[in-house]
């Protein structure tokens, strides 16, 4: 399963963020290190992605509580990012994938 993630991360951090998102540009333009704050729906979607990857254990409950954040750091170090436990863009985009991210991102804004 490491192997499919990191295929992501690789892909999110080298690939453009999608055809769709290259044409409409964000209202809100989210910087690399700023926080991102994810509805509890998409954030057990990254729960369970990061559970599915071997970092988190338990129950996936929608919140950015410390479990969820030692976890963040984990995969942060193991993909060689600043292991800061936050949510920041390039983390949500590894664990979530591009389009996924680009279009939460639009539909909040």
Known sequence: M?????????????????VASARRPLRHQVTMHEEIDLSPGLMKQLQSNLAAAGYLEGSFDGRLDRRTRRALAAFQRDYHMKPT????FATAR????????????????
């Open 85 to 88: 436990g936050t949510l920041d």
């Open 94 to 109: 590894a664990l979530l994938g591009a389009e996924t991210l680009s279009a939460y991102l639009i539909a909040t804004k």
């Open 2 to 18: 490491k192997t499919i993630v990191a295929a992501a991360l690789f892909a999110a951090l080298l690939l453009p963020a999608g």
